[in-house]
């Protein structure tokens, strides 16, 4: 909530998306084997099943950026729109 409230009070308009932080997103743990592991799921389009979670989460923060963009109207909008 402070996260919100901080920054509300600078003009900008702030959502928090609540996660689980008690298992690893993906299936790769480490800064160079997690951004491999982006890099090979963009690049490849493959999806395993460890890497579902991270996809979720991604595509979550992707569609309320576009939301916060004015490019999409929902969650759901964005959401759409980020998987093309």
């Not at 690893?24 to 579902?52: F, H, Q, R, Y």
């Given at each position: 909530?402070?996260?919100?409230?901080?920054?509300?009070?600078?003009?900008?308009?702030?959502?928090?998306?609540?996660?689980?932080m008690?298992?690893p997103?993906?299936?790769?743990?480490?800064?160079?084997?997690?951004?491999?592991?982006?890099?090979?799921?963009?690049?490849?389009?493959?999806?395993?099943?460890?890497?579902?979670?991270l996809?979720?989460v991604?595509?979550?923060?992707?569609?309320?950026?576009?939301?916060?963009?004015?490019?999409?109207?929902?969650?759901?909008?964005?959401?759409?729109?980020?998987?093309?």
């Amino acid at each position: 909530k402070r996260m919100i409230q901080t920054g509300e009070l600078c003009g900008i308009t702030t959502t928090a998306l609540i996660t689980r932080m008690d298992d690893p997103l993906g299936c790769s743990v480490g800064n160079w084997l997690e951004v491999k592991e982006c890099i090979d799921i963009m690049t490849t389009g493959k999806i395993d099943a460890l890497s579902e979670d991270l996809v979720v989460v991604t595509l979550a923060l992707a569609g309320q950026m576009l939301v916060h963009g004015a490019k999409a109207q929902t969650l759901k909008g964005g959401i759409a729109m980020a998987r093309e």
